[in-house]
C-alpha cells in the first residue's frame, strides 16, 4: 500500500478518491466496500478497510444517505420484550440485519398499541428505510393498513394481523398445537387442558383454533371448563392448573400457550402433591432454554426463532427494494419435542 497522500494537510478530510489510491482499487470499489455490498471480494474488502484504518478515514454517512435516500436503519418494535419467547426473537432479528450491514432501533411496546404507534411516528420522522413489527395486542387494523397504503416498508413478525397487507414472517401455531394435542390423545388422554393465550393476537387465536379442531377431528368434545384464557406467566399456570384439578371431572393432561405457563402448571401441581410426568402430563410450547433443564424435562413444541427473524430481515429489504411487489409470507415449521414430563393418564 501507499503512504498516505503528501498532498493533503493534516487537518485536510480525506476523500474517496484518497482512500482508492491507497488501497490500489478504483473509487467504485471502496463505494461499494463502505456501502457494505455483498458484491465485492472478501480480500478485497479486507485491503479497503485496512486502508480506512491506517488512514483514519471515516465514512460520511449523511453524504451518502443523501445521494441514496436512504439511512440503513431499521424500526423493530417488539410487543413484550421481557417474555423470553421474544426476547430470543428480538436477538435474532437484530443480528440478521446487522449481518446485512442494516442499524437497528428496537422498542418494546409492553402490549401498548399507543406506545408502538409512538415509536412508528418516530422511526418515521428519522427516515428509517423500514419496520418490523410484533403487534402489541389491539394493534388498530387500519394503522397497520396506512403504512402500506403510505408506502413505509413494513413486515409483520410473529403476530399477524388480518387484512393489513403487509408482509409476515411466522410460524404454524395451528399446526404446532394439533401435533401436542394429537400426541396426547395417542396417549389415552381424552380430558386435556388448554391454558393461556387471548383472542387479541392471532398467535392466542391459531393455537387455541388448533387445539378445538384437533379435538373434533379426534371425536372428542370441547369441555369450555377445560380452556383457561389468560396473560402467560407462572403464576398463572399454578393458579390454573389448581383450579383445574378441583373439577369434578379435573382433567389428565394440559397443553400450554408457552413454556413459562407450563412451567407455572408443573409448579402448581407439585403444590397439590402430584408429579408432572407421571400423574399429569404437561406440554409447553416455544422451547426456550429453561424447557430442557427443569427436572422432569419439558415436553414442548420447537419454534425456530432464526428462521422467522431472518425471513423478516429478508422480507423487509425486498420490500424496500421493490415497494410494488406483491404481498408475501413466510411460515416455519414446528418440532414436537418429547421428553419427560408427557405421559399416559394416570390410573
Known amino acids: 500500500m ?14 474517496l478518491r484518497d482512500l482508492a489510491a491507497h488501497a490500489g482499487v478504483s473509487r467504485a470499489t471502496v463505494s461499494l466496500v463502505l456501502a457494505k455490498s455483498p458484491l465485492v471480494a472478501e480480500k478485497t474488502r479486507a485491503r479497503v478497510l485496512e486502508s480506512a484504518r491506517l488512514l483514519g478515514y471515516v465514512y460520511n454517512r449523511g453524504a451518502a444517505n443523501l445521494r441514496t435516500r436512504r439511512t440503513h436503519t431499521i424500526g423493530v418494535a ?16 437484530q443480528r440478521a440485519f446487522l449481518d446485512l450491514g442494516r442499524t437497528v432501533f428496537i422498542s ?63 410460524h404454524a401455531n395451528h399446526r404446532g398445537i394439533s401435533l401436542v394435542t394429537e400426541h396426547l390423545i395417542g396417549l389415552g388422554h381424552r380430558r386435556i387442558a388448554m391454558i393461556g393465550g387471548v383472542d387479541l393476537t392471532s ?13 373434533a377431528a379426534n371425536g372428542l368434545p370441547l369441555a369450555p371448563e377445560l380452556v383457561v384464557t389468560g396473560t402467560p406467566s407462572r403464576s398463572m399456570g399454578a ?11 379435573p382433567p389428565t393432561a ?6 413459562v405457563i407450563a412451567f407455572g402448571v408443573m409448579l402448581g401441581l407439585r403444590q397439590v402433591g402430584r408429579e408432572p410426568g407421571r400423574d399429569f402430563a404437561v406440554f409447553g410450547y416455544d422451547d426456550l432454554a429453561e424447557a430442557e ?55
Open 254 to 259: 394440559a397443553v400450554c400457550f408457552n413454556d
Open 2 to 15: 501507499n503512504e498516505r497522500p503528501k498532498l493533503l494537510r493534516a487537518r485536510e478530510r480525506l476523500t
Open 78 to 93: 417488539i410487543n413484550e420484550i421481557t417474555n423470553p419467547y421474544f426476547t430470543g426473537l428480538t436477538a435474532e432479528i
Open 203 to 215: 398467535t392466542g387465536r391459531e393455537r387455541r383454533a388448533g387445539y378445538r379442531e384437533t379435538l
Open 239 to 249: 393458579d390454573a392448573i389448581k383450579r383445574l384439578l378441583r373439577l369434578d371431572d
Open 293 to 347: 433443564l427443569w427436572t422432569p424435562a419439558l415436553s414442548t413444541v420447537g419454534i425456530d426463532s432464526h428462521a422467522i427473524g431472518t425471513a423478516a430481515a429478508r422480507l423487509l429489504l425486498e420490500r424496500i427494494d421493490n415497494p410494488d411487489a406483491p404481498v408475501k409470507r413466510e411460515i416455519s415449521q414446528p418440532r414436537l419435542i418429547i421428553r419427560a414430563s408427557g405421559c399416559p393418564p394416570a390410573r
Open 108 to 170: 418494546n411496546s409492553d402490549e401498548d398499541p399507543a406506545r408502538q404507534e409512538q415509536f412508528i411516528s418516530t422511526m418515521r420522522e428519522y427516515n428509517a428505510d423500514g419496520l418490523v413489527i410484533c403487534p402489541a395486542q389491539g394493534t388498530d387494523l387500519d394503522s397497520m393498513r396506512r403504512l402500506r397504503e403510505q408506502g413505509i416498508a413494513c413486515v409483520l413478525m410473529s403476530r399477524d394481523i388480518a387484512g393489513s397487507g403487509l408482509d409476515y414472517a411466522g
